[in-house]
């Protein structure tokens, strides 16, 4: 819920990331798919190819990005 309402979770405040949305249209939709999409247990692999985004970003049409002060 945290991700939907202010783009970031606990986590992510604290390494100074947070979620953006590339589609402007049902963002609660896309943050829906991208939960689901990280119980994938083949995501975590998609890292350890050299895949810059995981496959729960790519297919949620998210990204995750540092903010800064």
């Given at each position: 819920?945290?991700?939907?309402?202010?783009?970031?979770?606990?986590?992510?405040?604290?390494?100074?990331?947070?979620?953006?949305?590339?589609?402007?249209?049902?963002?609660w939709?896309?943050?829906?798919?991208?939960?689901?999409?990280?119980?994938n247990?083949?995501?975590?692999?998609?890292?350890?190819?050299?895949?810059?985004?995981?496959?729960?970003?790519?297919?949620?049409?998210?990204?995750?990005i540092?903010?800064?002060?």
């Open positions: 819920f945290l991700e939907g309402f202010i783009g970031k979770t606990i986590g992510k405040h604290f390494t100074r990331t947070k979620v953006i949305y590339l589609k402007d249209k049902n963002k939709f896309w943050i829906i798919v991208r939960s689901v999409l990280r119980l247990p083949f995501d975590t692999l998609s890292y350890l190819f050299g895949v810059k985004y995981g496959v729960h970003d790519l297919l949620s049409f998210t990204r995750v540092e903010i800064e002060d």
